[in-house]
């Protein structure tokens, strides 16, 4: 066995990434030629799907609309869906209408409706045209919901049984399909009126006698969802219950679809993905290689909100340039205060963003948050101020100034943990995702009330 086969299936994946952009740089500008494409080609054909995307978005635009044109036709639907979103605009727009219609047609139509939004406008009619009946409904459906809603997840293939057959002939009706829908663990069994009545497990059916009636061995579904139901608490459902498919059912209890264990990864994985772009200020999902306007709009908000915290920052310390002309210690000092309470703050806003996304955080209990929080601030404040102001007492022979840098260093960790727990409960008083911008707002908090603090006590006992 050889060396690369004995390799994590992850470290084959990087492996086959420097062995494609080595082709790619070793001929240059313009088109590959004929048997380096072949090679390229070759090695596509061996990937999955999934390992084509990621090795998409490691690539610059160039070199990926040169990769791009090497994958063949019949698997661009598969990696459109794959590709994050920023990544798929571009692959489209390298593509004409006839090569998307060409990867969209053979697609299901909970697929199609994933990538609706970002097909060109112009040919929308004709993709809707081109579907059936029941895709075209399907997909109409799927549209009509919000993107945060498990409406717009919904996976229409699925296989129903009735609940007065044996489970002989459910095994007879199964072995007329090629292959079954994939993340199938269970049967969903309906009655004459396609309202939802239980579900039969795949292994159940076989270890129970043929002759046994469905009706006998079903079981009720108490993890039935609604389509309007928010897609990141069935994720968490799915997640508690260890589920791998779930029943969608409507108001009166038809069953209209099933959501599946890979949707809602995507969503646990697209939720932690939002929550640190947000904390970070970023609008939306970046490609990496973007050009550098997209990038400069999707950061620049934020940007702007900064430099206005930092500036009102800087004002603080120049109400005291007084106090730090005369000791220029405090100069050296003061970003330890703020330092210190920054990284305290941001531990305690992690904590809370993280809870509330999991709902283990209502209302009622901030008061007890809060109390716990400023409990271990209290703490910390008093040890590691405490250290600090050792260390700054014998630095600069002055006692009188550890106290200060004790005294501030716990004040600081005091506000941090206040804020902490309040800018999220704040910001989901205001209708507004609590992770958002959450560290930026803590930074100017802790930087400006450090120095606040700091530099005014610094003021009262040591000028």
Known sequence: MSEIETRGATDRLHDQLEVIVALLRGHGEGPLPPPAHARLQRILDGLHSADIAFILESLPLDDRIAVWQCVKADRDGDILLEVSDAVRESLIADMDSHEIMAAVEPLDADEVADLVEDLPTAMLPELMASLDLQQRQQVQSALSYEDDQLGALMDFEMLTISEDVSLDAVLRYLRHFDELPPQTDKLFVVNHENL??????????????????????????????????????????????????????????????????????????????????????????????????????????????????????????????????????????????????????????????????????????????????????????????????????????????????????????????????????????????????????????TDSGGFFIFLGLATIFLV
Do not use: C
Not at 239 to 267: Q, W
Not at 370 to 397: H, P, Q, S, T
């Open 196 to 445: 939802l009545t239980g579900v039969l497990p795949l292994h159940w059916l076989l270890v129970n006698a043929p002759e046994t009636m469905v009706s006998d061995v079903m079981a009720p579904d108490v993890n039935t969802f609604h389509p309007t139901d928010d897609a990141y608490e069935v994720a968490q459902a799915f997640e508690r219950y260890d589920l791998v498919t779930a029943p969608v059912v409507d108001e009166t209890g038809h069953l209209i679809g099933r959501i599946t264990i890979d949707a809602m990864v995507d969503v646990i994985r697209e939720e932690s993905e939002s929550e640190m772009l947000g904390r970070a200020g970023l609008r939306e999902e970046e490609d990496i290689f973007a050009s550098i306007w997209a990038s400069v709009r999707n950061r620049w908000a934020w940007l702007a909100i900064n430099l206005v915290t930092a500036f009102v920052a800087s004002r603080v310390i120049g109400l005291f340039e007084g106090a730090i002309e005369k000791l220029v210690a405090l100069a050296t000092l003061m970003p330890i205060v703020a330092g210190i309470g920054g990284n305290s703050g941001n531990q305690t806003i992690t904590m809370i963003v993280r809870a509330m996304a999991l709902e283990q955080v209502n209302p009622n209990a901030i008061r007890r948050l809060w109390r716990k929080e400023l409990g271990v601030a209290l703490f910390n404040g008093v040890v590691w101020g405490g250290v600090i102001g050792i260390v700054a007492a014998l630095l600069y022979d002055s006692p009188t100034l550890g106290l200060v840098m004790t005294a501030a260093m716990t004040l600081n960790l005091l506000l941090a943990a206040f804020m902490g727990v309040g800018i999220p409960m704040m910001m989901i008083r205001l209708g507004r995702d609590p992770a958002l911008g959450s560290s930026i707002f803590l930074t100017f908090v």
